[in-house]
């Protein structure tokens, strides 16, 4: 009887310590896979992140925005945070190089006194960004911001991220871009001198889209377009464009271009400017129009009023309203 006794405590004392050797096991895997998430989250996280250079031309007018979007992509299998500060040119540093290898003439303020970084960065605590795998982050940069950029030259571009600015760890872009910038042309007599700049009207700007259109010439009627203002007149576009990001904001761009360039069921018949008028305190412009369309069941004539604003010596649309004309 006491044998069986003892032989009973044994068993269960062998399953309890069986129990517990697996509660260990448990216990020491979600260690490991929290220490794995740790890794892949924070500075040493900054491994599986890939910063690519994208730029929507390669020649800029003398007068432009010198634009270049930092991609950063997160390509490990788990998500990755960095943080983002607020401090223009110190998460994101694009670099500017002549051709013959030598930094463009620099403006950043810090970099000229030679501060660092991180002593620039002591008072502010920054954004935390998390990327889930396959995900994109798009920071957009303006070259021209933090170098003297002159025209008739041609420079090269780098992008230097860093996961948190306040460290020294730094993620080089795997690639490097080659920009032109070119003067505005001008008209000049034989004689030399320069003629008078000739101004294009609000009117003159609206009927050169209506025609571009009616003639089918697609590529001219984003020409006459501000497309990041424009989109909002269109609210299956506009919603989409408010609530994304610089990156996905490309794309929707790019649908919305598509959209409005492609040739119409109720095609454009004929057009005629019936007013036109120039707000000096807003800088702002109206140009209404009488334009008659044909229809898959009806012809219809309509009203539009386009919204248009300065844009250098041109003018540019950047909204559209419509309402049909009972005749």
Not at 30 to 39: K, W
Not at 63 to 86: K, L, M, Q, R, W
Not at 240 to 245: E, G, I, P, Q, V
Request: a neutral charge.
């Amino acid at each position: 009887m006491v044998t069986n006794i003892r032989l009973a405590v044994d068993k269960m004392s062998k399953v309890k310590y069986s129990f517990e050797i697996d509660n260990n096991m448990k216990k020491f895997a979600l260690i490991v896979v929290f220490i794995l998430l740790a890794v892949a989250i924070y500075p040493e996280g900054g491994d599986y992140l890939r910063v690519t250079l994208v730029s929507p031309k390669i020649s800029f007018d003398e007068n432009d925005d010198i634009t270049v979007y930092c991609v950063v992509h997160n390509t490990a299998s788990v998500p990755v945070e960095f943080t983002v500060y607020d401090t223009p040119y110190t998460t994101f540093q694009p670099v500017v190089y002549l051709v013959d290898g030598k930094e463009a003439p620099l403006k950043v303020e810090y970099r000229l006194k030679n501060i660092p970084t991180a002593q620039m960065l002591i008072n502010e605590q920054g954004r935390k960004i998390i990327l889930q795998p396959d995900e994109k982050f798009v920071y957009t940069a303006y070259c021209n911001n933090f170098y003297t950029l002159t025209k008739n030259e041609k420079y090269r571009v780098k992008a230097y991220f860093y996961p948190d600015a306040k460290d020294e760890y730094v993620i080089k872009s795997a690639n490097e871009l080659t920009i032109n910038i070119v003067p505005v042309p001008q008209f000049a007599m034989r004689t030399g001198i320069i003629k008078h700049e000739r101004k294009v009207t609000p009117s003159e700007v609206v009927m050169l889209a209506l025609m571009a259109e009616k003639n089918k010439q697609w590529g001219n009627v984003v020409k006459y377009i501000n497309i990041e203002k424009f989109i909002y007149a269109y609210s299956e576009f506009a919603k989409r464009y408010s609530t994304t990001n610089d990156y996905e904001r490309l794309i929707v761009q790019q649908d919305f271009i598509n959209f409005i360039t492609k040739e119409r069921p109720d095609y454009l018949i004929d057009f005629s400017i019936i007013g036109e008028q120039i707000i000096p305190q807003t800088n702002v412009a109206y140009v209404d129009v009488k334009v008659k369309r044909w229809g898959p069941r009806f012809p219809a004539t309509m009203k539009y009023r386009y919204t248009l604003e300065p844009y250098k010596d041109l003018w540019v649309i950047v909204n559209l309203d419509a309402s049909i004309v009972k005749e």
